[in-house]
C-alpha cells in the first residue's frame, strides 16, 4: 500500500536588518572544532537533558549597530530559566559580549550538573544592543530528568 503526497509548508522569513539571534542551540556536548582553540556547543536533537550533566546554551547576534565611527556594535545578554510555573530559578544578568577574532558576537553559557532539578523549563534569552536601542528575546522549552544510576 504504498502513498505518494506532498506536503507545502510557508515559511515567513523576516527581513535581515537590525538585530537579530540565532536560534539558542541547547546541548550537554561541547566539541573543539578542528583548527580552534575554543570550544562551541554540539547540536543534538533532542530537548530532553539528565540533571547529572552540565548544560551548555550557544548563540550568535547578527545584525547590530556599530557606532558612529564605525566602531564595534555594543550588544550584551542575559538569561533567565523559568520552571514550568513561570517562576525564575535561574538567571544571568545582561553581561556584555565580545566580538570574536573574525567579528562574531558569540556566546557559550554552561549550567553546571545537578543545577536544575528535574522538571520542564523554559530558556528565556535575552539581547540588547545598546547603539541601536533594540532588544530580540528567545524562548526556547526544554527538559531536565533524573538520571538513573548507570548513566
Known amino acids: 500500500n504504498r502513498r505518494v503526497g506532498t506536503v ?3 515559511f515567513e522569513v523576516p527581513e535581515l536588518t537590525g538585530l537579530r539571534i540565532s536560534t539558542p542551540i541547547l546541548t550537554d556536548v561541547l566539541e573543539t ?3 580552534q582553540s575554543a570550544a562551541a556547543a554540539a547540536p543534538v536533537a533532542r530537548r530532553v537533558f539528565l540533571n547529572n550533566h552540565p548544560l551548555y546554551v550557544q548563540f550568535e547576534a547578527y545584525g547590530a549597530t556599530r557606532t558612529a565611527d564605525n ?7 542575559g538569561y ?4 514550568a510555573d513561570g517562576s525564575v530559578v535561574r538567571s544571568s544578568a545582561a553581561k556584555p559580549i565580545a566580538a570574536t577574532a573574525d567579528g562574531r558576537l558569540s556566546r557559550l ?4 550538573a545537578n543545577a536544575l532539578p528535574p522538571g520542564d523549563y ?3 534569552l535575552q539581547v540588547w544592543d545598546a547603539v541601536g536601542q533594540q532588544a530580540r528575546t528567545a524562548h526556547e522549552p526544554f527538559t531536565i530528568r533524573a538520571s538513573s544510576p548507570t548513566s
Not at 533567565?80 to 520552571?83: K, N
Not at 553559557?109 to 553546571?112: C, E, K, Q, R, T
Open 8 to 10: 507545502i509548508h510557508s
Open 80 to 83: 533567565e530559566i523559568r520552571a
Open 109 to 112: 553559557l554552561g549550567i553546571p
Open 33 to 35: 572544532p578542528q583548527g
Open 122 to 124: 523554559e530558556l528565556v
Open 71 to 77: 566602531g564595534p556594535p555594543s550588544v550584551s545578554a
